[in-house]
C-alpha cells in the first residue's frame, strides 16, 4: 500500500476554484488507479473522480463533470484535482484513494477497491 497526504482545501467563494494536490509515498504509487472522494456532513461518501495508472483513462461523477479536472504526475507520486466554478453544493471533506483493480467505470465509483486512503481535507464553498 501507498501512504497518501492531501493538501489545498480551504474555504472559497462560489464560482471560484481550488486544486487538491495528494503526495503518495512508494515505488508502487505509479502503478495505482487513484480516485478522489467526498463525504459531506450528514451525507454518505461520494466518487468524486478517478484517473488510471498511466494517466490515459479517467471518470468523473456527473455532478462534477465539466467543472472538475482530475490528472496525475507519477514522477512526483501526485495527484490533482483541480476544481473549478465550485458550488455550496461541493462543500465537504475530500479524500484521495489509491488501489490496484481493473479500471472500469463501474469499478473506479466503488470505495472498497481503493485499499489507501488519505485523512482528507475540507473544502468550504461559502460567500
Known amino acids: 500500500q501507498v501512504q497518501l497526504v492531501e493538501s489545498g482545501g480551504g474555504l472559497v467563494q462560489p464560482g471560484g476554484s481550488l486544486r487538491l494536490s495528494c503526495a503518495g509515498s512508494?515505488?508502487?504509487?505509479?502503478?495505482?488507479?487513484m480516485g478522489w472522494f467526498r463525504q459531506a456532513p450528514g451525507k454518505e461518501r461520494e466518487f468524486v473522480a478517478a484517473?488510471?495508472?498511466?494517466?490515459?483513462?479517467?471518470y468523473y461523477a456527473d455532478s462534477v463533470k465539466g467543472r472538475f479536472t482530475i490528472s496525475r504526475d507519477n514522477a512526483k507520486n501526485t495527484v490533482y484535482l483541480q476544481m473549478n466554478s465550485l458550488k455550496p453544493e461541493d462543500t465537504a471533506v475530500y479524500y484521495c484513494?489509491?488501489?490496484?483493480?481493473?479500471?472500469?467505470?463501474?469499478?473506479?465509483?466503488?470505495?472498497?477497491?481503493?485499499?489507501?486512503w488519505g485523512q482528507g481535507t475540507q473544502v468550504t464553498v461559502s460567500s
Open positions: 484513494a489509491g488501489g490496484q483493480f481493473p479500471f472500469r467505470s463501474s469499478t473506479v465509483v466503488d470505495g472498497t477497491n481503493f485499499g489507501s
Open positions: 512508494g515505488r508502487t504509487f505509479s502503478s495505482y488507479a
Open positions: 484517473i488510471r495508472w498511466s494517466g490515459s483513462s479517467t
